[in-house]
């Protein structure tokens, strides 16, 4: 399968831990795309990459989130110090730069926080 | 700021008819519209897109209609099948690589 994968699935953790996701775009891709949503609403943009740089970040991308894209390939968000309302599913998506094109999306990882 | 809306959370409609999925926008700067359908635990699937130069575009069972003046586009379903039971979401793009989504509105198709 050479789709956009997410790791982990499911994370339950307790309010206060520190989490980290990953996501593996299709391969020739060089945009990654970071979104969250929840419960009733469509996906929220946090972050996008270019290769290795960071491009934009959403003011809802709070101090405690910080995302990570060192070799162009894989990216990894990290939620510190988690908190109830994080609670949400993590989606990650793939394109390449210069076309219109879609963007291909992972299946999520689905954050609950206790 | 709800630049994306989709006013309807959810449409029945019995297979074989059409079905009509409608989004607004508020942002004049949105230059390209996509429609994605989600199933439950996956993500999103992309459908289908239009450009601001065109105002329809077709791609075989859907087709996307897009009205710039009143900032309104909507997906056509025809015919319904069962099997397009899902949550559909349009989004937007301004030309920079982020997209903005509406909430979504859940299609059930009845056999």
């Keep these: 399968d050479t789709g956009v994968s997410q790791d982990p699935r499911h994370k339950i953790t307790k309010r206060g831990q520190n989490v980290t996701f990953r996501c593996d775009p299709i391969s020739e ?3 990654l795309y970071w979104y969250r949503q929840t419960l ?10 270019q290769n290795e740089a960071q491009l934009e ?3 809802l991308l709070s101090d405690r989130f910080s995302a990570e894209r060192p070799k162009g390939s894989f990216s990894t968000l990290e939620i510190q110090r988690t908190e109830q309302g994080d609670s949400a599913m993590y989606l990650c998506a793939s394109n390449l730069a210069g076309s219109r094109n879609e963007q291909f999306f992972g299946p999520g990882t689905r954050l609950t926080v206790l | 700021d709800q630049q994306v809306k989709q006013n309807s959370p959810s449409l029945s409609v ?3 008819r059409i079905s009509i999925l409608n989004c607004d926008y508020t942002n004049s700067m949105f230059d390209y519209f996509l429609w994605y359908k989600k199933y439950p635990a996956e993500g999103p699937t992309f459908l289908i897109s239009i450009s601001s130069i065109k105002d329809k575009n ?4 859907f087709t996307v209609f897009l009205n710039k003046s009143a900032k ?4 056509h379903i025809v015919p319904s099948q069962p099997g397009d039971s899902a949550v559909y979401f349009c989004a ?14 859940t299609l059930q198709v009845k056999p």
């Design chain 2, 92 to 105: 937007a793009s301004a030309n920079t690589g982020k997209l903005i989504f509406g909430q979504g509105t």
């Design chain 2, 14 to 16: 019995q297979e074989g």
């Design chain 1, 29 to 31: 891709h060089n945009r």
């Design chain 1, 40 to 49: 009733g609403q469509g996906p929220e943009f946090l972050t996008y990459f």
């Design chain 2, 72 to 75: 309104h586009l909507s997906l």
């Design chain 2, 58 to 61: 077709e791609d075989g069972r």
């Design chain 1, 57 to 59: 970040k959403s003011r």
